[in-house]
Nanobody
Framework: AQLIESGGRLVQPGGSLRLSCAVS????????VGWFRQAPGKEREFVAF???????AYADSVKGRFTISMDNAEKTVFLQMNGLKPEDTAVYYC?????????????????WGQGTQVTVTS
C-alpha cells in the first residue's frame, strides 16, 4: 500500500496548482486524510485535513486559498492551491492512517507519500 503525490511544479506568484495523491493497495485507512508541507530548512508543518462529514481544517497560512477534497471512489486526495505565494514553496506530503488526536501533529498519522515539490517564484 502506498500514497503517491503528483502535480507539483514551478509556478509564478498568484498562480494556481492542484496536487493529487493516489492511495493504492490495501491496509491504509482513508477515512481521514491530510496534507503537510516542508520548506527548505524548516520542519514539516500541517496544511489541511479532510474527513467526509466533517468541516475541513486548514492552517491559518493557507485558509481561504487552499481547498482539500477527496474522491472516495478513486481513493484520491486533492489539494487545490490558489493565490500561491513564494512562502508556499515546499515539498508537499499527503498523509493517511490517522491515529486520532490533534491532526496537526505529524505523529498522529501513519502513512505518508514521498512528496511533490511546489516552487513559487517569479
Amino acid at each position: 500500500a502506498q500514497l503517491i503525490e503528483s502535480g507539483g511544479r514551478l509556478v509564478q506568484p498568484g498562480g494556481s496548482l492542484r496536487l493529487s495523491c493516489a492511495v493504492s493497495g490495501s491496509g491504509i485507512s482513508t477515512s481521514f486524510v491530510g496534507w503537510f508541507r516542508q520548506a527548505p530548512g524548516k520542519e514539516r508543518e500541517f496544511v489541511a485535513f479532510f474527513s467526509t462529514g466533517l468541516n475541513p481544517a486548514y492552517a491559518d497560512s493557507v485558509k481561504g486559498r487552499f481547498t482539500i477534497s477527496m474522491d472516495n471512489a478513486e481513493k484520491t486526495v486533492f489539494l487545490q492551491m490558489n493565490g500561491l505565494k513564494p512562502e508556499d514553496t515546499a515539498v508537499y506530503y499527503c498523509t493517511a492512517d490517522y491515529y486520532g488526536g490533534n491532526w496537526a501533529f505529524e505523529d498522529r498519522w501513519g502513512a505518508w507519500g514521498q512528496g511533490t515539490q511546489v516552487t513559487v517564484t517569479s
